[in-house]
Nanobody
Framework: QLQLVESGGGLVQPGGSLRLSCAVSGFTLDNRAIGWFRQAPGKEREAVSCISGRDGATYYAESVKGRFTISRDNAKNTVDLQMNSLKPEDTGVYYC?????????????????????WGQGTQVTVSS
């Protein structure tokens, strides 16, 4: 049974940092893509970042490039999202997501269309 459990959300001031973590079970990280989506109030869910299972290539939405960094630890079966220089528009529920087995992605757009397993989400609020 596939499970993804997020942690690390919270309230932070603009310009601050947060680190989200996703613990996965029921599958390994080296044969599928995994990453993060977010959903702001009244907006559609958008893919933020992902990491390829095959070669570890990383992809980011334009809105977070240079500020967010995704990483994975295959031994611990965790995927982290380091978020720096946070802005109020980064506020939302952040979801960890993964594609099916042996599904590869080569862009954040492909990940947004191929993610099929989801965590419950963790709230991130950026506000002064």
């Amino acid at each position: 049974q596939l499970q993804l459990v997020e942690s690390g959300g919270g309230l932070v001031q603009p310009g601050g940092s947060l680190r989200l973590s996703c613990a996965v079970s029921g599958f390994t990280l080296d044969n599928r893509a995994i990453g993060w989506f977010r959903q702001a109030p009244g907006k559609e869910r958008e893919a933020v970042s992902c990491i390829s299972g095959r070669d570890g290539a990383t992809y980011y939405a334009e809105s977070v490039k240079g500020r967010f960094t995704i990483s994975r630890d295959n031994a611990k079966n965790t995927v982290d999202l380091q978020m720096n220089s946070l802005k109020p528009e980064d506020t939302g529920v952040y979801y960890c997501a993964a594609t099916g087995r042996f599904i590869t992605v080569q862009s954040i757009f492909m990940f947004s269309r191929r993610a099929t397993s989801w965590g419950q989400g963790t709230q991130v609020t950026v506000s002064s």
